[in-house]
């Protein structure tokens, strides 16, 4: 069963408009949440993360935005660039039991920014 | 900066080999993952370990094990290959205790099982 879902398997956006992605998680045990990027032949990089006591985090161009009565959480780019085409995961922190620091990832969304 | 290197970026091998990847992070941290990502799959968690001689069964370990002998490594094992581990194998670390966890990867290696 999933817990954390990235139900859009690809996304295309215009370069200049805004990307957003989105994630639904269905633990609410989660207390931590994190996005990375990840470009093909490389490891996933981090991006932005946000905790469950928040309900937005900005850095650059970069928002998380947590609701957490709809157990969703979301990622805008503004504005988009080609260079943000990747997959982006969404990953949830689940602090419980003995599982600390384990995080558990969606399936993944396809960015693709055209010029 | 926080470096995860991983041994290989390409590997084949041939069905029922014994077949061994490396991973070495250089920040101290205590705790380290071992993932496959496959098309359509996400990332799947393999072991993962907190602390030296520890480990840890994930969400897919059958088919695998590992070795931590020193904190700074961290050995996945494919005790006799098969072709549906072709697969890209992610390393990762983290420290242990952070109120972040924020997860380091390596950059992968990609593994074909013929």
């Known amino acids: 069963d999933q817990q954390v879902k990235q139900n859009s398997p690809s996304l295309s956006v215009q370069e200049g408009r805004i990307s957003i992605l989105n994630c639904d998680y269905t633990?609410?045990?989660?207390?931590?949440f994190l996005w990375y990027k990840k470009y093909p032949a490389e490891g996933p990089t981090f991006l932005i993360s946000?905790?469950?006591?928040?309900d937005k985090n900005e850095d650059g161009r970069f928002t998380v935005f947590l609701n957490k009565s709809a157990k969703h959480l979301s990622l805008h780019i503004v504005p988009s660039q080609p260079g943000d085409s990747a997959v982006y995961f969404c990953a949830a922190r689940g602090n419980y039991g003995g599982s600390q620091g384990n995080l558990i990832f969606g399936k993944g969304t396809k960015l693709s920014v055209k010029p | 900066d926080v470096k995860v290197t991983q041994s290989s970026r390409y590997l084949v091998k041939r069905t029922g080999e014994k077949v061994f990847l490396e991973c070495v992070q250089d920040?101290?941290?205590?705790?380290m993952f071992w993932y496959r990502q496959d098309p359509g799959l996400g990332l799947r968690l393999i072991y993962f370990?907190?602390?030296?001689?520890?480990?840890e069964k994930g969400d897919i370990p059958e088919g695998y094990s590992v070795s931590r002998e020193k904190k700074e490594r961290f050995s996945l094992i494919l005790e006799s290959a098969s072709t549906n581990q072709t697969s890209m194998y992610l390393c990762?670390?983290?420290?242990?205790?952070?109120?972040?966890?924020?997860?380091?990867f390596g950059a992968g290696t990609r593994l074909s099982v013929l």
């Open positions: 920040m101290d941290h205590e705790n």
């Open positions: 370990s907190y602390d030296v001689k520890m480990k």
């Open positions: 990762a670390s983290s420290l242990w205790g952070s109120t972040r966890d924020i997860q380091y």
């Open positions: 633990n609410s045990m989660f207390d931590y």
């Open positions: 946000i905790s469950s006591i928040k």
